[in-house]
T-cell receptor, first 115, second 117 residues
Framework: DQQVKQNSPSLSVQEGRISILNCDYT??????FLWYKKYPAEGPTFLIS?????DKNEDGRFTVFLNKSAKHLSLHIVPSQPGDSAVYFC??????????????FGQGTELSVKP | GAVVSQHPSWVICKSGTSVKIECRSL??????MFWYRQFPKQSLMLMAT?????????EQGVEKDKFLINHASLTLSTLTVTSAHPEDSSFYIC?????????????FGPGTRLTVL
């Protein structure tokens, strides 16, 4: 039972354009969501997060949008740069009283930004 | 801040031997650490939650006698793969929660590539 889904295994974008990575979840108890960036043979690096009490969080070129009614979140990268090329994972957490703070990861989306 | 290290970064061992992987939080204390494994082109699968001073909590389907976890201090957790077999070959990643930061944020180590011959 995949509680966090990233349905696009890969995405290719031109440098300077917007990259939009999508993530869907099924568990309504999730109340915190995170995006991680990962290079091969390395651990994930935290990018940005959002609490369920918000619908948007912005940090520089990265913005995460949360649509609770649709159980959907997205990561926007503007403008995209070749150095952004990596695998992006979304993750969800059930909060301090649920899931024990565990993160449930999606399958990842491989972003390729072409010069 | 919030740096997590793992050692070794890669290991090759013979089938039937045991391998220990260390996970350290370098500049913060972590009462909770998590162990994941990742197969090629797949997601990170949580194996267990390691709590300082108590027994680890294993996810369904993970053999606790095969994957021994010890969290003896606030900065160190170890994962021992006992009697390793080729199917245990994988990329093992740990993460730690920084008590000073948001409860939900985890900081990941660089991972350990295990190859069992």
């Amino acid at each position: 039972d995949q509680q966090v889904k990233q349905n696009s295994p890969s995405l290719s974008v031109q440098e300077g354009r917007i990259s939009i990575l999508n993530c869907d979840y099924t568990n309504s108890m999730f109340d915190y969501f995170l995006w991680y960036k990962k290079y091969p043979a390395e651990g994930p690096t935290f990018l940005i997060s959002i609490s369920s009490i918000k619908d948007k969080n912005e940090d520089g070129r990265f913005t995460v949008f949360l649509n609770k009614s649709a159980k959907h979140l997205s990561l926007h990268i503007v403008p995209s740069q070749p150095g952004d090329s990596a695998v992006y994972f979304c993750a969800a957490s059930g909060g301090s009283f649920n899931q024990g703070g565990k993160l449930i990861f999606g399958q990842g989306t491989e972003l390729s930004v072409k010069p | 801040g919030a740096v997590v290290s793992q050692h070794p970064s890669w290991v090759i061992c013979k089938s039937g031997t045991s391998v220990k992987i260390e996970c350290r939080s370098l500049d913060f204390q972590a009462t909770t650490m998590f162990w994941y494994r990742q197969f090629p082109k797949q997601s990170l699968m949580l194996m267990a939650t390691s709590n300082e001073g108590s027994k680890a909590t294993y996810e369904q389907g993970v053999e606790k006698d095969k994957f021994l976890i010890n969290h003896a201090s606030l900065t160190l957790s170890t994962l021992t793969v006992t009697s390793a077999h080729p199917e245990d070959s994988s990329f093992y990643i740990c993460s730690a929660r920084d008590l000073r930061r948001d409860y939900n944020e985890q900081f990941f180590g660089p991972g350990t590539r295990l190859t069992v011959l």
